[in-house]
C-alpha cells in the first residue's frame, strides 16, 4: 500500500510562484513513476506533468511546459512540482498520483495511488 500527502499549495498572484510536495509513503517509491494531476471546479481532473522512476523522463501538458517542472528525490521519497508564471487558470486541487509500474503515463486511469491533494488558487 502506498501512501501519498501533498503540501505547498497556496493563494498566490498571477506570476508568482509555488512548488508542491508529495510525500510518499509505502515500498518501492524509486521503482514508481509519479504524476501530478489538476481539477478545477466543475471540471475534469486534468494531467499535469509526470515523471518517470529515475527523474530523468518527464512529460508535461501543453499548458505549462515551460512554465512547471516536476522532479523527485527517490531518497526522500518525495516528488515536487515546481510551479513559475502563475496564472488564474492554474486554479486547482493537484493532486499527486503512483503509478505501480516505472513508466510515465498521461492518464489518471494508469495511475494505482492517489494523495487527496492541495489547493492552488491563482489571484489575477
Known sequence: ????????G????????LRLSCAASG????????????????KEREFV????WSGITTYYVDSVRGRFTISRDNAKNTVYLQMNSLKPEDTAVYLC????????????????YWGQ???VTVSS
Do not use: H, K
Open 27 to 42: 515500498r518501492a517509491f524509486g521503482s514508481r513513476a509519479m504524476g501530478w494531476f489538476r481539477q478545477a471546479p466543475g
Open 49 to 52: 506533468a509526470t515523471i518517470g
Open 97 to 112: 498520483a503512483a503509478r505501480r509500474t516505472s513508466g510515465i503515463a498521461t492518464s489518471g486511469l494508469d495511475y494505482d
Open 117 to 119: 491533494g492541495t489547493q
Open 10 to 17: 497556496g493563494l498566490v498572484q498571477a506570476g508568482g510562484s
Open 1 to 8: 500500500q502506498v501512501q501519498l500527502v501533498e503540501s505547498g
